[in-house]
């Protein structure tokens, strides 16, 4: 089937588009991207027409979820996660390995990519394990798991535990051209922390977690990427001093590239106190920290330092976070919420331009993952995230498709959403709130 898309705005970065063009799907593919593209639909298609101010951009990639099955079905499953993600405007997400069992082997791998083929919506990459069981002892068999599917490997919930181990997994994942993502959190500095060290949490008498904790171990896996040649992508950064510490590899040619999620660079640890003291729903691991932290994310993802704005979409039960703050489970949300944040926090105010967005949402996770993605040139597959950049949007957890609703962003309004987003060239979701044109 051809679908002709008409009138809205194009940006394709990668391609150095950025105008208003047709986009003409067939089938699969992009076909091609023109001017009062001509298009013969005596043997089916469709064309839209698409209302003024829409965004087609190529699909937008997280690459750090958190889909829960097998073993938390309770939190989120494959078909929810996805869903979620494709109401997001994301065509893709890449899922972490904290499963039950943990996915440190190809049956594992299977089953996830099993599972998503049976929901038929966002595309999946699974990512593996560095060690068995996660236990930090002995690697994972990394061959097997990339040849099951999995396209990059990772202890995250945990950082890997040693140097020796860290440098092992770089080297034989340059093997297979995958990237280790690391969770950089010093163990012994974290001891039982629950919040960022600072004033903040010595007023509640949270226990803390020094940014420096993050650091130190962003620091030990960037030199350890220098001397291996290996690549290391620094998961959800959240301090200045580890920004520092990836600017300096950067500069020296390290293969280190990094991630920042929207909590990272919109809130702080003060709403830990207000507006409601304790709300579990603001801890997360990275913690919020303090606004210096906030605001060099804010400067990393404007000068080019930050690669990556991915979600740590991290679902949890009603019950499981209804807890003391101490005893509740790290992680929010942010499938259905990136986007609008993204868009009203760094675009709408002037921090970055459209293109640089999609740099850092679609282009850039393509290219770190080593998967599809990111270009709307003719031949590439048509998965492509539809932007309305002035369309507002309240954030309801009620309405959120993800199976769990734990997000501090609950009645915040932001101007910016998602209008539709197609994978495989086939509509997968559509947003009536944006003026969509018929039903795809």
């Keep these: 089937m051809k679908r002709l898309l008409r009138g809205a705005r194009v940006v394709d970065p990668a391609n150095l588009v950025d105008g208003q063009y047709d986009v003409l799907i067939d089938g699969e593919r992009i076909a091609q991207i023109g001017r009062e593209l001509p298009v013969d639909l005596a043997d089916g298609g469709e064309v839209l027409d698409l209302p003024p101010g829409l965004v087609l951009c190529p699909g937008f990639i997280d690459m750090h979820v958190h889909l829960r099955e097998p ?76 040849e099951a599917g999995c396209v990059a490997v990772t202890d995250d919930g945990l950082p890997i535990a040693t140097a020796l181990l860290a440098r092992r997994a770089l ?116 913690p919020l920290r303090e606004a210096r932290d906030r605001d060099a994310m804010l400067a990393g993802i404007v000068d080019g330092s930050v690669d990556v704005i991915a979600t740590d979409h991290a679902p949890h039960h009603y019950d499981e976070k209804n807890v003391e703050f101490d005893r509740a489970p790290f992680g929010i949300v942010g499938l259905e919420t990136a986007v609008s944040i993204a868009l009203d926090r760094l675009v709408r105010p002037g921090l970055i331009r459209l293109p640089r967005l999609v740099e850092l949402m679609s282009v850039n996770p393509a290219r770190v993952l080593n998967v599809p993605g990111g270009s709307l040139a003719p031949g590439a597959v048509a998965d492509i995230t539809v932007l309305a950049p002035t369309l507002p949007v309240t954030i309801d957890r009620a309405a959120l498709r993800s199976k769990s609703k734990n997000t501090p962003y609950h009645g915040w309004s932001f101007t910016g959403g998602v209008a539709a987003t197609f994978v495989a060239g086939r509509l997968v979701f559509a947003n009536p709130a944006s003026g969509w044109p018929g039903r795809g």
């Design 71 to 146: 073993g938390q079905e309770h939190k989120e499953t494959v078909a929810t996660g996805v869903l979620s993600a494709v109401t997001g405007g994301f065509t893709a997400v890449a899922c972490m390995p904290n499963t039950r069992p943990v996915n440190d082997n190809a049956s594992v791998t299977q089953l996830i990519l099993q599972k998503a083929r049976e929901a038929n919506l966002a595309r999946v990459y699974p990512i593996g394990a560095v060690s068995r069981g996660q236990k930090g002892e002995e690697l994972a068999d990394i061959a097997e798991l990339h």
């Design 171 to 286: 080297e034989y994942t340059s093997m297979f051209g995958m990237p280790v993502i690391e969770h950089c959190e010093d163990q012994s500095l974290k001891g039982e922390g629950v919040a960022h060290e600072g004033p903040v949490a010595a007023s509640l008498g949270l226990r803390g977690i020094p940014g420096v904790a993050e650091a130190i171990t962003a620091g030990r896996d960037i030199l350890l990427a220098e001397m291996t040649g290996g690549h290391v992508h620094i998961a959800h950064m959240s301090a200045w001093t580890t920004l520092e510490a990836v600017r300096q590899g950067k500069s020296r040619g390290v293969r280190v590239t990094a991630e920042v999620c929207p909590h990272h660079f919109t809130l702080t640890d003060d709403l830990l106190a207000a507006p409601v003291p304790y709300d579990t729903n603001a801890k997360m691991n990275p």
